[in-house]
């Protein structure tokens, strides 16, 4: 009886504790005053890399005061961290939050005559400071002699 009597009142003090706690973490995140264009790194689209980069961001109240990869390909992970680098905020009490970058390669068709379009453009969209999309087109070289096809290079007959 003791027991489950405990267990209601530690119930109850979480239930008391939690919501200030979750009210604390959700801290506005700093506003970006300035900040560079992302970039999908050169080599990278010719590799066929794209994947997601996450980032621990530290600020200094104005500036990134510390950056450490959480994940992602290294490459990216590379040109993520220079480009929050760049950031600069408006004036805040410092603080630690996540940037998550997302690099996607889009696919593209070709017809015989090595015209070849993708159905989306490259672009750059930013939710700054938590989400950065970054999207290009895979390089190619085209041969009329060759069928290109999302990937399918078959010889014509």
Request: glycine share 6%; proline share 9%.
């Given at each position: 009886m003791r027991s489950l009597a405990a267990i209601r009142v530690i119930g109850i003090l979480l239930l008391w504790f939690l919501p200030s706690a979750a009210q604390q973490a959700r801290a506005p995140l700093p506003k970006v005053a300035r900040a560079c264009v992302p970039f999908y790194p050169r080599l990278a689209?010719?590799?066929?890399?794209?994947?997601?980069?996450?980032?621990?961001?530290?600020?200094?109240?104005?500036?990134?005061?510390?950056?450490?990869?959480?994940?992602?390909?290294?490459?990216?992970?590379?040109?993520?961290?220079?480009?929050?680098?760049?950031?600069?905020?408006?004036?805040h009490t410092p603080t630690n939050f996540e940037v998550i970058f997302h690099y996607r390669l889009l696919t593209y068709t070709c017809d015989s005559q090595c015209r070849c379009a993708s159905v989306e453009k490259e672009s750059v969209l930013l939710q700054l400071p938590a989400n950065v999309d970054i999207s290009a087109v895979i390089p190619m070289i085209c041969d009329p002699a060759v069928q290109i096809g999302e990937g399918n290079h078959s010889k014509q007959k």
């Open positions: 689209p010719a590799a066929r890399i794209q994947g997601t980069v996450r980032l621990h961001l530290s600020t200094d109240g104005k500036r990134v005061s510390a950056v450490d990869a959480e994940s992602g390909p290294p490459m990216l992970v590379q040109a993520a961290k220079e480009n929050v680098k760049t950031w600069q905020f408006e004036p």
